[in-house]
C-alpha cells in the first residue's frame, strides 16, 4: 500500500531498485499512471536475476512501463538491493521485492528513512547505480516469447 501511495502522491521522482519486478495489476497501474501525469520514474532491474522465471514474468510489464515513459534500467550484473525513494520525502530500504509474493505473501521487512541525508545518499545510489545499466527497450516480441511470458505470468504469483 505504501509503494502504490508512493506513485499516487509523488510530485518529483520515484526511484526503484528491486533483483525481481512481478508487480500485480494495481501497482503496475499506479506506475503508469504516475508516468502517464509526468512523474520521473527510474527503476533499476537486473538485465538477468538469479531467477529465470521471474525474469521472463516481469517482460510484460517492464515494456509497458517503457511505453509509459518510465525510466527502466537493466544492470549487467546481479544486484540485490530493494529500495524506494520518494521524491525528497521517504526512502524504503530491506527486504520486499517489488513483486505480489514479497508485498502480499512472505513476511517481509522494509526501513523508513525521513531524513534528507539518507533519502539524499540512497536516491543518488539508485541513479548512480542506474546510469551503469542500459535501457530497457519496448516493442512487441515474438509470439513464442509473448506466449511464454504469458504462462509465466499466470504463476507469477508465486515467483
Known sequence: ALVMSAAFHAERRL?????YFVPDEGLLEALVL????GLNITLVLPARSNHRLADWARGRAVRTLVDAGVNVRLLPAMVHAKAVVVDDAL????SANLD???LFINYEAMAAFYGPDEIEWLGQWIVQTAEQGERAASG????????????????????
Open 140 to 159: 512487441t516480441p515474438n509470439w513464442l516469447r509473448d506466449l511464454a511470458e504469458g504462462i509465466v505470468t499466470t504463476i507469477g504469483f508465486q515467483l
Open 100 to 102: 505480489s509474493r514479497s
Open 34 to 37: 504516475a508516468a502517464k501525469r
Open 91 to 94: 526512502a524504503l530500504c530491506g
Open 15 to 19: 526511484l526503484l531498485a528491486t533483483p
